[in-house]
């Protein structure tokens, strides 16, 4: 098993104004060459956007971009004719594909939206664009993983990656075990909430760590703690 942790200020830090971004990874005006990917996982963005901003129309192509709601509510809309609010318990997926166009504005006049806004490299290029939404119950993801994205869809969003996304909120004291869906997988745990240990490494809030080469992976939290676990292939093509 190796592992590599990414505290929470440790990344990178854009503030627009209407935009506060934190980045996991190398973005925009943040560059660090040890922190381009992980993996398939291209770039998780932590993003508070102001009452009434947002991002205009801009393009994507060759994409897997995937939105999750902290907490307020997200207007997007798209050239594939999608105009849709994700709130918060709303994941939302996108396969940029051949190309579209996009925009994304905070729902509320007033109130911030925080939301994770996270790139992951598609495993077939140019597919036709596709846009998909879905609600997920909060408490099936009580002490235990909740699977909102997978290749293989069912009741999670499908993805065009060998990708599973999983969240959990787990009570002080529970230990998890993740197991790695498809070997050779590695898998980067980001720490919404609380004090947790994973792989034996202690983290806290927006802390994160990737684990490589392992088929199980152990987890127990301190305190009460939500985690978000992007299980992805370690081999970008």
Known sequence: MNTVVHKSD?????????????????????????????????????????GGQGFGTHPHD???????????????KDSTGTGEVIKTGDVQIMSAGSGLRHSEFNHSKEDEVQFLQIWVFPKER?????YEQKSFDIEDRINTFQTVVSPEGGDALWINQDAYFSLANLDAGTSLTYEVKKPGNGVYFFVLNGDIEIAGQSLSSRDAVGVTEAASINIKAKSYAEILAIEIPMEVT
């Not at 995937?66 to 997200?74: A, K, T």
């Not at 140019?126 to 596709?130: A, F, G, H, Q, V």
Request: charge should be negative.
């Open 10 to 50: 440790s990344r990178g830090f854009a503030d627009h104004g209407w935009l506060k971004s934190r980045h996991s990874f190398s973005f925009a005006g943040y560059y660090n060459p040890d922190r381009v990917h992980f993996g398939a996982l291209r770039v998780l963005n932590d993003d508070i956007v102001a």
């Open 126 to 130: 140019d597919i036709t664009p596709r």
């Open 62 to 76: 060759n994409m897997e971009i995937v939105s999750i709601p902290l907490y307020g509510n997200l207007e997007h």
